[in-house]
């Protein structure tokens, strides 16, 4: 069902997941945004520009707040990956209509959302999160929403 192309995105998204300022363990995130074999734009979760991530101040807002994964995303002071890479794509002037976002885990709502809106037709994830709203949006939007399991 998954090609090498595939195989190729999601290791990309991987690797760019390690870019991530997040201060969570196991929520480095990496995205990257496609459209005919090739890599348009691509994003990993962090403090917006000119704003000390948490990894810089040493603390989680989330953790020391006892948010539970999945919920009051807007308690954050992280963008979230797949978020960058559509602003990357559009701070650049790069159409993302009928593009394949590769994400390390599934977006959540408000990322679904945004998805939906750019134009971008598939997202392919690895790893599951706690959101099933998200999972509804993408349903509901006719967005095609596949599990990468090689």
């Avoid at 990496?30 to 000119?50: D, E």
């Avoid at 959540?108 to 998805?115: F, T």
Wanted: net charge positive; charged share 20%; glycine share 8%.
């Amino acid at each position: 069902m998954f090609t090498k192309w595939d195989a190729r995105f999601m290791d990309m998204a991987k690797t760019i997941a390690t870019w991530s300022s997040c201060y969570r363990v196991g929520r480095q995130i990496g995205a990257v945004i496609v459209k005919n074999k090739r890599i348009l734009t691509t994003g990993y979760n962090g403090a917006p520009a000119g704003v000390l991530s948490c990894v810089e101040k040493g603390e989680c807002m989330r953790d020391k707040l006892n948010i539970p994964s999945g919920t009051r995303h807007e308690l954050c002071y992280a963008i979230h990956a797949e978020q960058n890479a559509i602003i990357q794509a559009a701070k650049l002037g790069v159409s993302i209509e009928g593009a394949t976002l590769y994400c390390t885990h599934q977006p959540c709502v408000i990322c679904a959302k945004i998805i939906v809106n750019a134009g971008i037709s598939k997202v392919v994830y690895a790893e599951g999160y706690p959101d099933e709203f998200s999972l509804e949006i993408f349903r509901l939007a006719g967005v095609e929403l596949l599990q990468y399991k090689p």
